[in-house]
């Protein structure tokens, strides 16, 4: 069978997602390797099962850690992080790409000792990265949306619901969308 078909969506021990978006799921050979390590519990199963010559299960859909895992106080600096934080909008044009769109600006530029951190890099688009090219803000017509800062992982966990997976299973739906709120 194949390994990115049927992945199983991994909940923290609170039942919430590990990550959002990327939505944090695993392929369903990793998650029978880890019911029988006896670290995830199996919250909800797929139609489809597995055989093997003494037993049959069926797919987990959902499975929840056992132990809670603890929100990295610090997220990494990474493109992707970045990209998250500014919930992958040109921080120009305030305009939404994907990440292969996507940029980085270093807002004092480098060649002026402009450091590659949180607070001086920001997600910019190919045209305005282009058109800011090598000078300072102040030297152009153009505007910062928001001054970058650098975020916490509750932010960019947050930041990722903004962003629904393309698979969406039935039985991943309350887990994602439980804290919005509820339709009558
Ligand atoms: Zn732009």
Redesign the pocket.
Known sequence: MDKSINPSLVLNADFRPLSYYPLSLCSWQDAIKSVFLDRVSVIESYEEEVHSPSTTFKLPSVIALKDYVKCLRKPAFTRFNVFLRDNFC?Q??N?KFSANDLTFDHITPKYLNGKTTWTNVVS??T??NLSKGRRLLRYTDMILIKSPVKPTSMQLLNNGKNFPPNYLHKSWRDYLYWDTELEN
């Open positions: 040109c120009y044009c305009q910019a688009c045209l305005c």
